[in-house]
C-alpha cells in the first residue's frame, strides 16, 4: 500500500524521471524540532489555552509478577499505551514521500505527567526510547513498567480467594480543564486483550479487567482518573496440598487412634505427637497471612476448630488413662486377694500334673530342678494372663466409666468432625 501512494506520488508531483527521494530527518527539520525544541518541550502543545488536552488511554496485563497478601501489595507488569494530539506538530505526507509518521526520541516533546496513584516504588523496568509522531499530530507512547502498587486484599476466603486491585492513573499537576483521560478501549476489550498479551499468572489466575472514569477534588479543582480495575483469582491447589490436607490427614489419624488399644500410655504420646505437627504447620500460616485483617480468615477457624478439637481429644484420652490407672490399682487389690486365693487352690491340680511327675521321676539332680522352675515359671505367666483377660472381661467400676466416656466421645468427635469439616467447606466455596 505504502509502496503504490509512494510510486503515484512521484508520477503525480514529478513528472520527470528523477526520483524524489525523502528521510525522515526531512520531516524533522520541517518540523524545527532540531536545534532549541523548548517550544515542543516546555508546554502542553495546544495553541488555545482553554482547550484541554486529551489523553487516550489502554492498559494491558502482560504479567501477574507477585500478590502479596502479607504486605498487601500487587505487582503486576502493564503495558501503557497513550495518544494525545500535538497542535503544533503537522506536515503533508505529499510534500514527503508519504511518510505519515515519524519515530523520534521521547525527550523532544512533550509528554502528559501521568502518575499511578497506588504505585509506592519507582519503576527499573527498561524504557522503550522513542515515540511515534504522525502528520495530523497525533503523538503516540507505549511503556511497559513494573507496577509496584499497594492493593487492600480481603483473605477471608484464602487459598480460596479472589482479588480486586486498582491502578488508578491519571495527571499529577492537570486539572480536568487541562488534560483528560480518556479509555482507548472498553472493559470487555481490554479484557479480551490483556488475555491475549498475558505471559505468566503464578499462581493467580487473570479473570477480567475492568475501566471507570472518576473525578477526584480538592479545593475548588477537579482531577479526573481513569481507574482500572484488575480480578485476580488465586489457584488454591498449593495451599490445599501444602496445608489443608496436612492437617486433614493428622485430624484422620487423631480420629484413628481412639481404636489404639491402650496399656502404656502409647495413646496419649501419639496424640501430643500429632498436636505438635499441626503447631509446626500453623507457623507456615503465619507466614502467609496479613497479622491486620477486619474478618478472621476461615483458613484460622479450621485450625484453630481443628487444633482445640485435638485438645480436647488430648484431655479426653488422659482423663480416660486416669480412670483406667485407678481401675487397675482397684483390681490390683482384689487380684492379690483372688491369687492368694488360687494359690491355695493350686496345690492340688500341681500333685496331680503327669508331666511334673515324669520329669521329676525321670531326671534326677540339677536339671530336673531347673526344669521344674521353667514350669513353674511358665504356670505363673499362665495365671496372670488369665486374670488380665478376668480383668478386662469383667472392669472395675471406673474401668467402665471409662470406656463410656471414650465411646460417646468419640462419637460426639465424629460427629463435630463432620459438621465442621462441611460447615467450612461451604463457607469456603460461596
Ligand atoms: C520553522 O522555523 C522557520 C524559521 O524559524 C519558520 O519559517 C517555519 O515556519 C518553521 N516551521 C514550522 C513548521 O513551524
Ligand atoms: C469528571 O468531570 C468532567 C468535567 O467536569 C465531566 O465531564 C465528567 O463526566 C466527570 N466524570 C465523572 C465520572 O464524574
Known sequence: MMHLAFLLLIICTDGSSSQKVCSNQDVVEHLNLTGDNSVFRMTRPVLDHKRPTAVQLDILLLALLAVIEKTQTFVPFVWVIMKWHNERIS????????????????????????????????DESPQNPYMFVSHDGTVSSEEEMKVVSTCEM????????????????????????????????????????????????????????????????????????????????????????????????????DLASFFIQDRRGEKLGFKVTILLAISVLLLILNDILPSMSNRTPLIATYCIVTFALMLLSLLETILVTYFMEKDKQNTFITDEKRQTCKASDEEKPRESLPMGHQVHSSVQGREGDALLLILEQLKEVQNSVDLHLVWRQEGGKFGLLAAR???SFFIFYITTVSLFLTLIFIAWTT
Not at 105 to 114: A, Y
Not at 180 to 187: D, G, I
Not at 199 to 225: A, C, P, V, Y
Request: charged fraction near 20%.
Open 405 to 407: 466416656i471414650d465411646r
Open 91 to 122: 506536515w503533508d505526507p505529499a510534500q514527503f514521500c508519504g511518510i505519515t509518521h515519524i519515530s523520534i526520541p521521547k525527550e523532544m516533546l512533550w509528554k502528559p505527567d501521568l502518575c499511578i496513584l497506588e504505585m509506592t516504588q519507582e
Open 154 to 253: 480481603d483473605v477471608h476466603k484464602f487459598p480460596f480467594d479472589t482479588q480486586r486491585c486498582n491502578i488508578s492513573i491519571g495527571s499529577a499537576v492537570h486539572c480536568v480543564d487541562e488534560i483528560r483521560v480518556f479509555p482507548f478501549s472498553n472493559s470487555s476489550r481490554a479484557t479480551q486483550f490483556s488475555r491475549e498479551v498475558i505471559m505468566t499468572q503464578g499462581e493467580w489466575e487473570f479473570l477480567q479487567l475492568t475501566i471507570r472514569s472518576q473525578n477526584f477534588t480538592t479545593d475548588d479543582r477537579l482531577w479526573e482518573f481513569l481507574i482500572y480495575t484488575f480480578t485476580v483469582k488465586r489457584r488454591p491447589l498449593l495451599h490445599v496440598t501444602n496445608f489443608l490436607l496436612p492437617i486433614l490427614f493428622f485430624l484422620v489419624l
